[in-house]
């Protein structure tokens, strides 16, 4: 019986999700929605693209400066290590976690002020579909904004390998779209009241504050997660972009040669963290009183 009762679930949520993203794909092509894609692109481009212009040209060409003692790296290494991080923490980091705060975080809460959320109830797996649904589509437009973000600001910087950089940061700005859309989606699931302050107040200070923490604390947030596949597929050195922290910036990237083991680390806890949220909204009574 439960078998059959998840291959119903299953069959129903394949045929219903894709209407909810054709129909919520629909109705987002609208000039307000388009005015904020267009500054999720543009605003971090900007900022990338004036940093590299005001990079003197002797940090961004010159590559033997001089011998330098102790193996310690070049000007064009260290800057090559700046605007790769510089990249990482506006587009993959900062803007995407913004973009799928702010499009995730308030799903149920939209449905329930519209009072539309009625209608989600009266067909089976209603909630699960309108959630999942709406998911997808914000994951889609905060990607797309991430990787043309990134696809525009590449070829200004002065970077030592820009495709690699180009294909790792596109890669982080899927992944990261991924998690924390599922991770505002289930706060959103959960909370109803200021739901987008709560988010914001959880991201600022779990993944702004405690994932720069040199401590196991840090290893349970998705920024660590990220972070350790940038300097991994970029080769990037952790002790010089961590150069006082001794031992423990071991602890801010995780000893994983490859990089792969993060990425299912990611795609795991999103997986996790929706699952919940799918499972939670179809299980809690949710009230309609004007207030919420």
């Known amino acids: 019986m439960s078998s059959a009762t998840n291959t119903s679930l299953f069959s129903r949520l394949s045929k219903a999700v894709p209407g909810v ?3 919520e794909l629909t109705r987002s092509m609208t000039p307000g929605r388009w005015a904020m894609f267009l500054l999720m692109v543009c605003i971090p481009t900007a900022l990338l ?3 590299s212009q005001l990079t003197p040209n002797e940090a961004k060409y010159t590559v033997n400066v001089s011998q330098l003692p102790d193996g310690k790296t070049t000007i064009r290494d260290e800057t090559n290590l700046a605007f790769c991080m510089l990249v990482y923490l506006l587009i993959p980091q900062v803007m995407t976690m913004l973009g799928m705060l702010v499009l995730a975080s308030p799903i149920v809460h939209s449905e329930l002020e519209g009072q539309t959320w009625i209608y989600a109830l009266v067909r089976h797996a209603g909630r699960r579909s309108l959630l999942l649904g709406k998911y997808l589509v914000a994951v889609l437009w905060t990607s797309t904004a991430g990787i043309l973000a ?5 070829p200004f910087l002065p970077l030592q390998n820009p495709a690699q950089l180009w294909l790792t940061a596109s890669l982080l700005c899927l992944l990261a779209s991924l998690a924390y859309g599922a991770l505002f989606a289930l706060i959103g699931v959960v909370m109803q009241k200021r739901v987008m302050v709560i988010s914001f107040v959880y991201a600022l200070v779990a993944e702004g504050v405690l994932a720069w923490i040199p401590a196991v604390i840090n ?3 998705i920024a660590y997660r990220l972070r350790s596949i940038l300097f991994r597929w970029l080769d990037l050195s952790v002790d010089e972009y961590f150069p006082n922290m001794g031992l423990a910036r071991n602890a801010m990237v995780a000893q994983d ?3 792969w083991g993060q990425v299912a680390w990611v ?3 999103s997986g996790i963290l929706l699952g919940l949220a799918l ?4 299980t809690i009574q949710y009230s309609f009183q004007s207030e919420l």
Not at 279 to 282: F, K, N, R, S, T
Request: charged share 5%; glycine share 4%; proline share 4%.
């Open 257 to 259: 040669p490859s990089g």
């Open 279 to 282: 499972w939670l909204v179809e």
């Open 150 to 154: 990134v696809s525009l600001a590449t």
């Open 49 to 51: 693209i004036a940093v």
């Open 219 to 221: 290893q349970f947030t």
């Open 267 to 269: 795609l795991l806890i």
């Open 21 to 23: 993203v054709s129909y």
